[in-house]
């Protein structure tokens, strides 16, 4: 008789039941959490309570990621699972790559951060000709000009702008770079 664990290893695809088993721990998370973040306030209707909308979508995602973890262990196993995790892994580069960027705009300005980092992330994909680096900085001054100029999102100027000399000029690159 094959031990449930010889059954598991035989019947999981590469990496889905890792994605899966995460996937349905963070719904369950979520569930437990949801009571505590989303009230059920009395002489509401249902429909209107702030809770009922998160609910149903909680509810929802344990449901199916359960139904995909079930899937996930009992469908026929294909050889390469830890490389297709470590491809998974290899994706939080970017959200490193996002978050330090998130860091640098308060210090070094929305303009500068910009800039520096559709250039850095451009290299880092392997685009290396002078086109590229071009295409780069005018994509980063479009989204500048785009959000903090048209769309007047208010993002906080940058540390480093402090050293500009008072005047027109400064307040201009502080509201508007």
């Not at 702030?50 to 929802?60: K, N, Q, T």
């Not at 978050?99 to 250039?119: C, D, E, N, R």
């Not at 295409?135 to 000009?145: P, Y």
């Amino acid at each position: 008789m094959k031990t449930l664990q010889d059954l598991f290893r035989r019947y999981r695809r590469p990496g889905d039941f890792f994605i899966a088993l995460l996937s349905f721990l963070f719904a369950i998370f979520l569930l437990i959490s949801l009571p505590s973040q989303a009230p059920w306030l009395p002489k509401v209707k249902t429909f209107a309570q702030p809770a009922f909308w998160p609910g149903v979508a909680v509810i929802c995602m344990v449901l199916f990621s359960s139904l995909h973890l079930a899937g996930a262990l009992f469908s026929e196993r294909i050889p390469g699972r830890l490389a297709e995790v470590i491809e998974w892994i290899k994706a939080v580069e970017f959200a490193a790559w996002f978050m330090l960027y998130v860091w640098l705009v308060p210090i070094l300005g929305y303009l500068p951060s910009t800039l520096a980092f559709t250039v850095l992330l451009t290299l880092r994909l392997g685009y290396r000709g002078w086109r590229w680096m071009l295409t780069a900085v005018l994509f980063g001054t479009l989204v500048v000009l785009i959000f903090k100029g048209f769309l007047n999102v208010r993002i906080p100027a940058g540390d480093i702008y402090q050293v500009l000399p008072a005047g027109p000029f400064r307040t201009f690159v502080m509201t508007y770079l």
